[in-house]
């Protein structure tokens, strides 16, 4: 049974940082793209950032390019994203995921396993 657990998530300032962690169970790491996505109240769930399985390539949603770092350590079995210079407009519901495609997917619809998301909040 495949698990994506997330964690990291709470409160912060604007202007701050905060690191998500996605414990994975069940699935061996190398071989998936993984991917964060985030869900603010009453918008679509969108695509923040994937690091493909190969470890070669990575993709950010262009809100947050040049300000979160996709990571993995497979030894580990945990995804991470670094998120810096926080802004007000980052607070959401941030859910790990995972990808049998070999490429950093953006599309949801590419994802096969989900977590059950950890809330950030940022305050200005």
């Known amino acids: 049974q495949v698990q994506l657990i997330e964690s990291g998530g709470g409160l912060a300032q604007a202007g701050g940082s905060l690191r998500l962690s996605c414990a994975t169970s069940?699935?061996?790491?190398?071989?998936?793209?993984m991917g964060w996505f985030r869900q603010a109240p009453g918008k679509e769930r969108e695509f923040v950032a994937a690091?493909?399985?190969?470890?070669?390539?990575?993709n950010y949603g262009g809100s947050v390019q040049g300000r979160f770092t996709i990571s993995r350590d497979s030894a580990k079995s945990t995804v991470y994203l670094q998120m810096n210079s926080l802004k007000p407009e980052d607070t959401a519901v941030y859910y790990c995921?995972?990808?049998?495609?070999?490429?950093?997917?953006?599309?949801?619809?590419?994802?096969?396993?989900w977590g059950q998301g950890t809330h950030v909040t940022v305050s200005s």
């Open positions: 995921a995972a990808s049998a495609w070999p490429s950093a997917q953006t599309e949801r619809a590419a994802y096969l396993y």
């Open positions: 069940g699935l061996t790491l190398s071989a998936y793209t």
């Open positions: 690091h493909s399985w190969s470890g070669a390539a990575t």
